[in-house]
């Protein structure tokens, strides 16, 4: 068990921060973390929770520890107690070079060409939901919304049919609002049990959904194992539920709170993808942890070898030494190429990067196009949370 103040951290780093609940996340995620870089607050700090670990608080400090994969390992996912030996999740938990030829492998499967060919049957689920939801009136946008589509979208490209996918309704909600009554185990054998027959079905007799796609590429020449292939599903499927639940989840929340520019994405519809990368840079809600496996001198301290640094990717896009005005959501920054951190940095940047960005560009175009003018609802309030991936926990609207 690590200490939580190590004598190699100087006592002018040490900060009262619980990453799982910074203070005030449930009224402001983004404010929450960014208490962190008020004036005076070094680059590198060391949060006493949680075991203890390093946070990196500076735009440019995220990005650059964030890329150095030879320094700073992958391995056990490690803030989150056990998560990582539980999940082994392949290539999210490889370093260079064994991650090189899996990450091909599951790039080659989700490559441009194919997340351009799924569109139809992304917009075919994203209509199906918002067609269920507008007599309504109003809804819960978490619940009812944001958790449903990319489980609904996810088991369209593995090719599930409709009526299995209430089993893995549960699931998703788990993953995304935890409420402690599974443990990590049951969570990860729930999802494998589920997600089993899929994978041997397409292993045996590949189809043109993504795990055959990726399966068939095999990997540096040879084929899948099964525990590795299950551990490769398993890094799909849960790289891209909650994720992609927490952006729309807070796109949506900007919309509703900016009425004009609901306005402005209906009447112009073909600025809706670089509104969709300027919403992802200014609503970031990823962080990763890192184990340093030598000494990493950074911000005038040294990351000892052994130690846990903290990624957050709020802390690099939302900081004004990296992007002007960083808070304004600006859809003209989106016409250019930026590098923020939504999607990660480096070697493990997102594989799934391009089909979030599709998602995102199908929802907005789906959801705008047939919702009328939509509001929060003034008798209940919106909610968040922390944690390695934050989000609305609820976000209820009226329309
Ligand atoms: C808006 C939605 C998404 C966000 C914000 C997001 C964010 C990220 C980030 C920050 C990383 C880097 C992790 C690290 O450096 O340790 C990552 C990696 C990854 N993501 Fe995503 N992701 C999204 C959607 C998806 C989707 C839809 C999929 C799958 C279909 C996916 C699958 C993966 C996988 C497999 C990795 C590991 C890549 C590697 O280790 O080489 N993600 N994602």
């Given at each position: 068990m690590q200490l939580a103040t190590p004598p190699h951290v100087p006592a002018d780093r040490v900060v009262d921060f619980d990453i799982f609940n910074p203070p005030g996340v449930e009224r402001d995620y983004f404010a929450a973390w960014r208490t962190l870089q008020a004036p005076g607050t070094p680059g590198l700090v060391w949060s006493t929770a949680n075991g203890g670990h390093w946070i990196a608080t500076r735009g440019e400090l995220v990005r650059t520890l964030w890329a150095d994969a030879e320094r700073l390992s992958s391995e056990c996912l490690a803030v989150t107690p056990g998560l990582g030996e539980v999940m082994r999740f392949i290539p999210l938990q490889q370093d260079p070079p064994e991650h090189g030829p899996f990450r091909t492998s599951v790039m080659?499967?989700?490559?441009?060409?194919?997340?351009?060919?799924?569109?139809?049957?992304?917009?075919?689920?994203?209509?199906?939901?918002?067609?269920?939801?507008?007599?309504?009136?109003?809804?819960?946008?978490?619940?009812?919304?944001?958790?449903?589509?990319?489980l609904n979208i996810f088991l369209s490209l593995i090719d599930v049919p409709l009526e299995d996918r209430p089993r893995l309704r549960t699931l998703g909600v788990q993953l995304t609002r935890p409420d402690g009554s599974m443990t990590v185990e049951q969570l990860r054998d729930a999802a494998d049990d589920y997600l089993w027959p899929?994978?041997?079905?397409?292993?045996?007799?590949?189809?043109?959904?993504?795990?055959?796609?990726?399966?068939?590429?095999?990997?540096?020449?040879?084929?899948?194992?099964?525990?590795?292939?299950?551990?490769?599903?398993?890094?799909?499927?849960?790289?891209?539920?909650?994720?992609?639940?927490?952006?729309?989840?807070?796109?949506?929340?900007?919309?509703?709170?900016?009425?004009?520019?609901?306005?402005?994405?209906?009447?112009?519809?073909?600025?809706?993808?670089?509104?969709?990368?300027?919403?992802m840079r200014r609503y970031p809600t990823v962080s990763v942890s890192r184990n340093a496996v030598v000494d990493?001198?950074?911000?005038?301290?040294?990351?000892?070898?052994?130690?846990?640094?903290?990624?957050?990717?709020?802390?690099?896009?939302?900081d004004p030494a990296c992007f002007d005005a960083p808070d304004a959501v600006d859809y003209a920054r989106g016409l250019t190429p930026v590098r923020h951190t939504t999607m990660g940095a480096g070697a493990h940047r997102c594989v799934g990067a391009g089909l979030a960005r599709m998602e995102m560009i199908v929802f907005l175009r789906t959801w705008l196009a047939a919702m009328p003018a939509f509001a929060l609802d003034p008798e209940r309030p919106v909610t968040m949370k922390g944690g390695n991936v934050g989000a609305c926990t609820a976000l209820p609207l009226v329309w």
């Open positions: 080659k499967g989700l490559a441009s060409r194919f997340v351009v060919a799924l569109e139809p049957k992304v917009e075919a689920v994203a209509q199906e939901l918002v067609d269920g939801l507008r007599p309504r009136g109003a809804c819960d946008f978490v619940a009812d919304f944001a958790e449903i589509l990319p899929f994978i041997e079905q397409r292993m045996a007799a590949p189809g043109d959904d993504l795990f055959s796609r990726i399966l068939s590429e095999g990997v540096g020449g040879r084929p899948w194992s099964v525990d590795e292939a299950r551990r490769m599903c398993r890094n799909l499927l849960f790289g891209g539920l909650d994720t992609v639940a927490a952006m729309i989840g807070m796109v949506t929340l900007h919309l509703a709170r900016h009425p004009e520019d609901q306005h402005l994405l209906r009447e112009r519809p073909d600025l809706i993808p670089t509104a969709a990368d300027e919403l990493v001198e950074a911000d005038g301290v040294t990351i000892r070898k052994g130690d846990i640094v903290y990624l957050p990717s709020v802390l690099h896009n939302l």
